[in-house]
């Protein structure tokens, strides 16, 4: 199962991958509430879901405010049920080793209106929440992690 994990800059230092955490996934309960059978906009709808928790996360681990979004393919018996209230794609996982992981999604590294935007968003701006939703992650293939690492330091 494809799964989209919110993240921030500091998960991509771990050695071993990224830790347990609810994670999104394209979902029954996901397709019934966007209405679309399509895959393609389900997995996009998880994806960006996974991108505003990613700025929960930014703030409680005091990370770089841009907004990291980790996919990857998981056996279907990793997922579970959340065990609390969650959106319609939420599904919970144990750790999720860096073979697992095929792609990285993460705000421009150098664009700072982006950085300030994320930054506000992370203080409690609900107007610079929803703007977010307007900005393109950028897509890095799983074996840029260590480039991306280093772009996310500066």
Same mark, same amino acid.
């Given at each position: 199962?494809?799964?989209?994990?919110? &993240?921030? %800059?500091?998960?991509?230092?771990?050695?071993?991958? !990224?830790? %347990?955490?609810?994670?999104h996934?394209?979902?029954?309960?996901?397709?019934?509430?966007?209405?679309?059978?399509?895959? /393609?906009?389900?997995?996009?709808a998880?994806?960006l879901?996974?991108?505003?928790?990613?700025?929960?996360?930014?703030?409680? &681990?005091?990370? !770089?405010?841009?907004?990291?979004?980790?996919?990857?393919? !998981?056996?279907?018996?990793?997922?579970? &049920?959340?065990?609390?209230?969650?959106?319609?794609?939420?599904?919970?996982?144990?750790?999720?080793?860096?073979?697992?992981?095929?792609?990285?999604?993460?705000?421009?590294?150098?664009d700072?209106?982006?950085?300030?935007?994320?930054?506000?968003?992370?203080?409690?701006?609900?107007?610079?929440? %929803?703007?977010?939703?307007?900005?393109?992650?950028?897509?890095?293939? !799983?074996? /840029?992690?260590?480039?991306?690492?280093?772009?996310?330091?500066?």
């Amino acid at each position: 199962m494809r799964i989209y994990l919110p &993240a921030t %800059a500091v998960d991509l230092d771990e050695p071993d991958g !990224v830790g %347990a955490r609810r994670a999104h996934a394209l979902t029954p309960a996901l397709l019934a509430a966007i209405g679309d059978d399509d895959a /393609e906009t389900g997995e996009f709808a998880a994806m960006l879901i996974a991108a505003d928790e990613s700025i929960d996360r930014i703030g409680a &681990a005091g990370a !770089v405010p841009l907004r990291v979004v980790i996919a990857a393919d !998981v056996p279907d018996a990793q997922v579970r &049920a959340p065990e609390q209230e969650a959106p319609p794609s939420g599904v919970d996982v144990d750790d999720v080793p860096w073979r697992a992981v095929v792609s990285f999604h993460v705000d421009g590294p150098d664009d700072k209106q982006i950085r300030d935007l994320v930054g506000r968003a992370v203080a409690g701006d609900e107007a610079a929440l %929803a703007a977010t939703g307007d900005a393109d992650l950028l897509w890095y293939d !799983v074996t /840029e992690r260590e480039q991306l690492r280093e772009q996310l330091r500066g």
